[in-house]
């Protein structure tokens, strides 16, 4: 099984649409000074110096009048796939943030639509620049990768003193996204009717910017809409990690390959109820950012204090399991990419003390807020996430780039007992139906990979393969001696375990007796695994 990489077909119109933007910028440094001066009611101000970041690009600008230096931001075009709704979505959230908690963030001065841009470079905002040192340039050390360039990772020699006071400051951020509730899943708006903050859009995320970038999906490939339950927005990730293998042209390498990543992708299905916090399945939500981490924190460098947040695009109220997860960024390098490059084992060696010094921190702030006697604790949530592997579900049904990696390498085996993965995929499609759809997608996928693969100037062209022998269910019956007419679900599933995550609508309905307990796990084992599509 190969990991996805992005359709590289999509890389040249990209750098298109960024060198186009690029020239028409440099070319616009007076329409952007002119523009600023209009908002600033003062035409004297010194554009003194810009960045360019992951989605955005950015002008800090400067007057001598003794107020504070303004930021004015574009998308990036070729990066940034929803400029005006991504910009819309982050000024609402912003000024939500700022009315309603104490996190040092900027002020919105002005924003607008590519129609009300005169410099013709996209939507812009223009926010107030914040003093400080990005967090991650005081605790990072960059290493070399493979391909001759470098990434950042927690400094192994960090002190700890140092990382117990950033943890401190993170840790108080936390509690106060914690504290605010929400009733749907999706973005933030401001209803002027009725004065008061809804959520109203669907949720915009990362993952759906990488999607449409680098995985060939298109916007009315996602649903215009908010979801009420966790459950139901997690069947979406699901459907949408199905669809992204679909319709991206290079998602699979081979054959074998391709089965491996379709059946992950039915089983991934069936574990939902188990990874799904029934506590607040239905809501409460809480506001989940999918780049906050040390990145996007500006800190004192003296006193290491946070000086502000920055950067809340892909902002959005989520189910609360997800920021109650151990965050992803603790090591700078994302969890999953850890856990592929050095193992499982060692990332929980390096990675588990410093969740240890976060959990603390949140700990010590919630018995000053007198928060820790409840079970609904963020400190508590965290813990029994990490516990739970809850957290790994997090990331993947987040993130269908990980998924492949993550069910196959710790979700399958926790849930559903030790098996590899050939024996999983080999028993787990075995139906006639399951097995004639199988196939027919794993054709279709070779032959859309032999166009792209022409298109792209590779000359290598991939057969279909018939199943080998180690892919057949009959083979591991073979090996461990099991009858012809045991049913193929997985070994060792844990029924109770899923039966207490099923709604309890579902429990009521078909009574708490054992005959409606047998009921409830069989329309599980038949509804969650494979018969959905």
Known sequence: MEALCGDKTFKAERERLMEEWANLFD?????????????????????????CGSFNFSVRAHWDDGGPDWLIRFPIPGKAIFGEEKFQNEVTLMRFIRQNTSIPIPE???????????????????????????MKVLIGKKVPVEDDSEESILDPHIDERMLKTL???????????????????????????????????????????ELIRLGGLHNDDFPHRTFSSSYDY??????????????????????????????????FKSIIPFFTSQNDINGPF?????????????????????????DWEFCYAAPAQFLASPPDWLLLKNANHWVEDEGL????????????????????????????????????RMRQSMESKQNWFNIAVD?????????????????????SITERVARMTSGSDLYSDRELFVRSKIEILNRYNAEIGDGEQVEYKEEEDDEKREYWMVQHKVPANTLSCPDNI????????????????????????VVVAALVSLRYRFTRK
């Open 108 to 134: 919105v001065i002005a924003h607008g639509t590519a129609a009300e841009n005169p410099t013709g470079l996209g939507p812009f905002m223009i926010i107030t620049w914040l003093e400080g040192t990005r």
């Open 27 to 51: 070319r616009s440094l007076l329409e952007i000074r002119t523009l600023l001066g209009k908002y600033r009611n003062n035409p004297n101000g010194h554009l003194i110096s810009k960045q």
């Open 286 to 310: 809480k506001l989940y950012c999918d780049d906050f981490g040390p990145g996007n924190i500006l800190v004192d460098p003296l006193t290491l204090r946070i000086t502000g947040v920055i």
């Open 234 to 267: 997690f069947f979406h990730c699901a459907e949408l990690h199905l669809l992204h293998l679909t319709k991206q042209r290079n998602s699979i390498y081979s054959s074998r390959d391709c089965r491996v990543k379709y059946t992950g992708r039915r089983l």
């Open 494 to 517: 844990s029924w109770w375990h899923i039966f207490r995550r099923i709604p309890i609508s579902t429990h009521i309905v078909l009574g708490s007796s054992t005959i409606g307990f």
């Open 345 to 380: 084992e060692a990332f929980m060696e390096t990675y588990l003390p410093k969740l240890d010094l976060l959990i603390q921190a949140l700990e010590h702030h919630e018995a000053e807020q007198a928060l820790s006697n409840t079970g609904e604790s963020l400190s508590i």
């Open 399 to 419: 993130n269908g780039w990980s998924i492949d990696f993550l069910y196959w390498e710790i979700l399958d085996n926790y849930v559903y007992g030790p098996a």
């Open 167 to 209: 943890y401190s400051e993170i840790a108080k951020v936390l509690l106060e996204l914690w504290s605010l509730d929400f009733d749907k899943i999706g973005s933030l708006d401001f209803d002027n009717h009725s004065n008061s903050w809804k959520v109203s859009r669907r949720p915009l995320t990362l993952h759906m910017n």
